[in-house]
């Protein structure tokens, strides 16, 4: 069974009353969602309350929730738009710098790695992490579910209220921004 198939058939099965099946899409869901939120807001706190509000959603709108849709789409879409309303707020727009160490950036050295490998990795990591930050959210939104979750460009542009066109270019001006950021990856 297909992926989408099973998460249909758990859809399905909660949307008639089987609360086991919601439990069920959020052990599946759950991690690549809080993942997605995080790179959004940049603050793991936060992520944690958006990922929960976003299955609050789901949960709330199972009746409306339509079987020809892929769940993963739908579920982004929720996701998405609980997170852009998050950035909007007024207090969001100068965040808050942390000094702990729980904050360190996303370290992108593969195992067995020497010292030498794996201070570079971070350092690389916490550039491209700051990079990703500084663009805007719709763009990276679009990068990180095309290029990271694997959705198609329509899938995104669904999960954007956008058109598969739009979605091709905010993807291509992240990526150029990216790569004018971030010179030494583009090697």
């Not at 758990?10 to 089987?18: C, E, H, P, S, T």
């Not at 899409?25 to 940049?42: K, Q, T």
């Not at 719709?138 to 999960?159: D, K, P």
């Amino acid at each position: 069974m297909q992926h989408g198939d099973e998460d249909r058939r758990l859809m399905r099965a909660f949307r008639d009353g089987d609360e086991s099946a919601f439990d069920a899409l959020f052990g599946r869901w759950s991690g690549r969602l809080l993942r997605y939120l995080e790179r959004m807001v940049r603050d793991p706190a936060v992520a944690e309350e958006l990922l929960q509000e976003s299955f609050l959603r789901v949960h709330r709108a199972r009746e409306k929730w339509e079987p020809s849709a892929r769940f993963s789409t739908w579920l982004y879409t929720i996701a998405t738009n609980v997170a852009l309303n998050e950035l909007r707020r007024p207090f969001r727009r100068s965040p808050h710098e942390s000094t702990d160490a729980d904050d360190a950036p996303l370290a992108l050295a593969a195992g067995g790695s020497g010292p030498d490998e794996l201070a570079h990795a971070r350092r690389v990591g916490g550039r491209v992490e700051d990079a990703l930050s500084e663009l805007p959210e719709r763009q990276r939104a679009a990068l990180w579910l095309t290029a990271v979750e694997g959705l198609s460009y329509a899938e995104v542009a669904t999960t954007l209220e956008t058109t598969p066109q739009s979605v091709k270019a905010l993807v291509h001006r992240g990526r150029a921004a990216l790569a004018e950021r971030l010179p030494e990856a583009a090697r």
